[in-house]
């Protein structure tokens, strides 16, 4: 199993200067992936600033959003930066996403809450179109830079509902979630694996967990 | 994450600085509280609660999660001192 470590942006009060130090040391050590997670009313550093500075320090580690809170982001913009932060890391990174809990998130860009579900099935139709090369939106043609991996980063999914999982399994690469409590996880990894197979899909997901150390 | 010793000497800026293991782990547990705050004092007291903050500890959910079929397991940090990373490091490569 591969071990990612988060980088410490989550932590308020942590230097920038810090944190590039933290990712150069998870490049030459053991770890696969970067982590960071994500919120707006919070002390954590943006994800895909961060990830972008963390990219171009490193070589070898995936940058990994864990996870984005899609829909307090503009589609066509969220895609073009995540095509850039790829194309800037040499097709490393890894798109988590999800629609988070916190409302007070969603006040802070006049989103909708209640509609988050719905507005993310539709942001990642509009991801795809853009990073596949076939369109973006209101009939304009698509935006790149095209992203290295082909049709797009890969995308994981988060969150516990079953309508989450469920969109996992017809958009994402794998699904994110499960940690400490390995039986809980157990159960959790069935349903995403059922709905993979609701979506027709022959391939398993990947499966990422995660959990708190210090 | 404590360190091989329950007393780890690090030179941070210039001066030489004492560090608990413990400390490590009442910072964290502290951060996961103030983070998970809005979902209500009993989740933030479980989310404190379930920092890892021992080589045994990581060890015990690694082979746990890898058995329930993960591929990938994420440590998030709860504190951002640097030596976290080498910590780690240690106890899992």
Redesign the interface.
């Known amino acids: 199993?591969?071990?990612?470590?988060?980088?410490?942006g989550?932590?308020p009060?942590?230097k920038g200067d810090?944190?590039l130090?933290?990712a150069r040391?998870?490049d030459a050590?053991?770890?696969?992936?970067l982590?960071i997670?994500d919120r707006l009313i919070?002390g954590n550093y943006e994800p895909l600033v961060l990830l972008s500075a963390a990219a171009a320090v490193t070589t070898r580690v995936r940058p990994?959003t864990?996870v984005l809170i899609a829909p307090v982001r503009e589609a066509v913009l969220l895609a073009k930066q995540a095509a850039t932060l790829d194309a800037l890391s040499g097709g490393r990174l890894t798109l988590g996403l999800g629609v988070g809990?916190?409302e007070?998130d969603y006040q802070a860009v006049s989103g909708n809450f209640h509609r988050r579900g719905h507005r993310f099935e539709e942001q990642l139709a509009v991801m795809k179109r853009v990073w596949s090369g076939e369109g973006s939106v209101n009939g304009l043609p698509a935006s790149g830079p095209e992203p290295v991996q082909p049709g797009g980063p890969e995308i994981l999914i988060g969150g516990f509902a079953p309508a989450t999982i469920g969109r996992a399994g017809r958009w994402a690469d794998?699904y994110?979630g499960?940690?400490?409590d390995?039986?809980a996880?157990?159960s959790l990894?069935q349903i995403v694996e059922d709905a993979w197979k609701a979506a027709g899909r022959s391939e398993r997901p990947?499966?990422?967990?995660?959990?708190?150390?210090? | 994450m404590e360190g091989r010793g329950q007393v780890r000497a690090s030179s941070i800026g210039g001066y030489l600085q004492f560090r608990l293991g413990a400390d490590a782990a009442e910072c964290g547990a502290d951060q996961a509280r103030h983070y998970n705050q809005f979902l209500g004092a009993e989740m933030a007291e479980s989310a404190a609660s379930g920092v890892l903050n021992s080589r045994e500890q990581v060890r015990n959910v690694i082979q746990a999660i890898s058995g329930v079929g993960a591929d990938e397991m994420l440590f998030v940090p709860q504190v951002h001192d640097i030596e976290q990373v080498d910590r780690l490091a240690d106890i899992v490569g």
């Open positions: 199993m591969k071990i990612g470590i988060g980088l410490p989550n932590v009060g942590v810090s944190i130090e933290w040391r998870a050590g053991p770890f696969s992936s982590g997670i919070y990994m864990s809990r916190r007070d794998g994110l499960g940690g400490d390995a039986e996880a157990k990894y990947r499966l990422v967990a995660t959990c708190s150390f210090a």
